[in-house]
């Protein structure tokens, strides 16, 4: 489905593109067994647990390895000590934990895929966003809500994160299918 808002991809900017196309051939090989984090809010229910599992498995069958971090130890570390119903002060210890491993991750990628679906992006796939761009990570998102949240007509979702986004090189698509299609031919 192609909506009104897809635009044409925004160019790398020049320095990324040059250093991507001087690249030795088997280095540009290597982009496709890059680890790619996947951030989503997909892990807080079974059901869009499930479809994260797809996604996993759509990533991994483009010869990509996902690194996803709703499989890390220390989000099942959290989750055990909030249902033993475990004291404040031993989740918020949890949390940070969760919030390093997970900043670990990105930096650990070589690109980020990001779910940008709902009402508006998830807070902490925002904040993934913002990390990744900030580091030099390339950041490919897909949006299959039809509803838009832009700040405008022009902005399919937040402009700041749409920006962050194409800034780093990647863009918005409104498939899975694409984005990752376009996280290949930019790595």
């Known amino acids: 489905m192609t909506h009104n808002w ?3 991809p925004v160019p790398l900017p020049s ?14 090989a290597s982009a496709l067994r890059a680890g790619i984090y996947l951030a989503s809010p997909l892990g807080f229910t079974p059901y869009t647990a499930r479809y994260a599992r797809e996604v996993e498995e759509l990533v991994r069958s483009h010869g990509l390895i996902p690194l996803d971090p709703w499989s890390a130890p ?3 570390a959290l989750g055990a000590a ?3 119903g475990a004291p404040l002060k031993e989740i ?3 949390n940070r934990r969760v919030g390093a ?6 930096e650990e990628s070589r690109a ?3 779910c940008c679906d709902g009402i508006a992006v998830d807070d902490g796939t925002a904040s993934e966003i913002g990390y990744a761009a900030g580091i030099g990570r390339l950041v490919v998102g897909y949006r299959t809500d ?3 949240s832009g700040d405008n007509i022009a902005a399919p979702l937040n402009l700041q994160i749409l920006h962050l986004i194409e800034m780093s090189g990647g863009l918005l698509t409104t498939t899975i299918e694409h984005a990752i299609e376009e996280l290949i031919a930019r790595l």
């Open 6 to 8: 897809e635009r044409e």
């Open 15 to 28: 320095s990324v593109a040059l250093e991507i196309s001087s690249r030795p051939m088997e280095q540009r």
């Open 74 to 76: 220390e989000g099942a």
């Open 82 to 84: 909030i249902a033993a």
């Open 92 to 94: 918020a210890e949890h």
């Open 101 to 106: 491993a997970n900043l670990a991750l990105i």
């Open 112 to 114: 980020v895929l990001a």
């Open 146 to 148: 039809v509803r838009t």
